[in-house]
DNA sequence: CGTCTATTTGAATGTACTCAAAAGCGGTGG
DNA sequence: CCACCGCTTTTGAGTACATTCAAATAGACG
């Protein structure tokens, strides 16, 4: 499992020097996961940040009668974590899945907060990351405010086709805040692909 | 206008020396608003971000036929901008206005980038800023996709009280993604306070 | 005081949900 | 490799939540 991937990501944004990047890279742990596993389990305490490299993650959070909602899904070069229980080390409210096999990296809090004060580029980094993340949720915020379902479904359709190929409708549906069986006839009134 | 709050503000993440306060305030322009005066208005350049001193500002987004979608609200002590467009330089898609006469500080981009150069710490401090509004954000996706309309407006009560007296009711239902004749509904049956 | 907007109330409508059942699909074990 | 099992997707009928439209009332502001 190479750095090229993570390295890149880092590198949009902040310039490392090799004492740097081998001090970030040794706070990584590299892990395969198999479909269906459960990084993170609502409850557990959550003790890293993810950066996905290869596969597909779906966080969940699980409402009362076993409704699911789909938070979030991350594909490759992308970094997830239920941020709540992460930044405040308590137990998640998250669930974190995996869609297909998949590689990640884990960056364990404690880590982090070490590699905040000896690289403080780190600090830009992830206000960075924070800040697009932040964006991201007020633009699905404002789709949800404004936009019918079968908008919401043609826009997460255009804008995540890589995500769309791999999780099922069901967990789209989850996504867009739909039972799975209107999403179905949805699909059926639009004929959409 | 004291600079007091907007200082606690910044000390709740970062401590800074003399010099870089000053620094910092010298970035800052006081500005006094009154009520219904609009701050930004959708299309134009977003070109501060905005630290309430006091008083209360809406965010929203303005859909189809005239229906508003409330973004954010911000009472003292809060920072609100149209973030996208804010860091990327474009129009904006948001419309701000003063819910109430208030008084802020904006501190423009241009400034806030030199800010970072100048004083580092400051890429701390937003990192900071950015991860709570994006859990906060997230929290909010997840009580839409899970909650009732009716357990999303006692939640919004019981979150935000100081806001809940400012703003209308329309205001209000325009946040929860419901109509305000419903919201008055809502509160007929539940006899909500 | 008069005007404008917000809020309430009610009736009719539509959007999305629940429940149920059938069909499709994928994975697993015999 | 096929058969079966479990889960997803589809389809449909009936229902509930939330909207639209309309009109009356109440509040805020100049």
Redesign the interface.
Known sequence: MNTELILANIAKHISLDKNEIDFFLSLLKPEEVSKKSVLLKEGQLCRDINFVHHGTLRAF?M??EA?E?T?MFAVADWWITD??CF?NQKPA?LTITAVEDSQLFRLRKEDLDRL?LQV?KF??F??II??N???R??????E????SAEERYTNFLSRYPKVAQQVTQKQIA?YL?ITPEFLSTLRANKRIK
Do not use: C, T, V
């Open positions: 959070y409402g009362k409704k909602s938070i941020m709540y930044i409210m905040y403080p600090e830009r992830f206000r924070m800040q993340a932040y964006i949720e007020q633009l699905r915020i404002i949800n405010l404004s936009l989850s805040g």
